[in-house]
């Protein structure tokens, strides 16, 4: 559905992304923000059903500043690799790349962040730093660092009850720090969206979708 198109930040750079457009007048639009495995074969997937369910949508490649191509599966060596990338990349270098896929869906009308894994806290981050329609973060482990950010637009959060690197005391102060964010929790350790992975919880990412798309609708509607 989607193709590979280019985007360019305020600061020159220039990094590949994946765009996937409905086949009608579009809802609105979202910039899908990347796990820590790149933009791999689940978050095309991923960029494609929200195109399927009527939004303009980009998912930029953040890597593209360290190493430009990476796209990793699930294993330990592609965990480790990811977290490598991760760690190279600086929040404010990352918001400009969000700020560029912001830019190129300004035709789609309101645009929202839907954002997994790392992508989860990047979203958290972009709702309180630019101007957005709407944000939804999933299993983000860097929320707790800004928690006490106030968001300019609706946040929906979504955490696993039995995430290994999440614990329910991050969440449970995420909450109290925001207490009108909706925070749902899941029966489901980290990754439970993602269905290339053991921890893949098809129960989980169907509620979750379900409630996701209800919030992008009420918000940016």
Avoid at 120 to 146: E, M, N
Wanted: proline residues 4%; contains cysteine; glycine residues 12%.
């Amino acid at each position: 559905m989607g193709t590979n198109i280019k985007l360019t930040a305020s600061d020159g750079h220039t990094l590949d992304a994946y765009r996937a457009d409905p086949t009608t007048a579009p809802k609105g639009g979202l910039v899908v923000v990347q796990e820590i495995f790149g933009v791999n074969a689940h978050i095309r997937t991923v960029t494609d059903g929200f195109a399927a369910e009527g939004y303009a949508a980009i998912a930029p490649a953040f890597f593209d500043r360290t190493e430009t191509g990476v796209e990793l599966g699930y294993e330990e060596p592609d965990l480790s690799r990811g977290r490598t990338l991760r760690a190279e990349l600086g929040w404010d270098e990352t918001i400009l790349d969000v700020v560029a896929a912001v830019d190129a869906l300004d035709a789609a009308g309101k645009i929202g962040v839907v954002g997994y894994c790392w992508g989860g806290s990047v979203a958290w981050l972009a709702a309180c730093r630019l101007s957005l329609a709407a944000a939804v973060g999933y299993y983000g482990g860097q929320v707790i660092d800004f928690k006490d950010e106030k968001a300019g637009c609706p946040v929906m959060l979504h955490f696993g009850e039995t995430d290994a690197g999440i614990p329910l005391s991050d969440v449970e102060a995420v909450r109290a720090a925001q207490p009108d964010v909706p925070i749902h929790l899941y029966p489901a350790g980290h990754g439970f969206n993602c269905d290339h992975r053991g921890s893949y919880d098809a129960e989980s990412a169907k509620l979750a979708l379900e409630r996701t798309l209800d919030f992008l609708a009420d918000a940016m509607g």
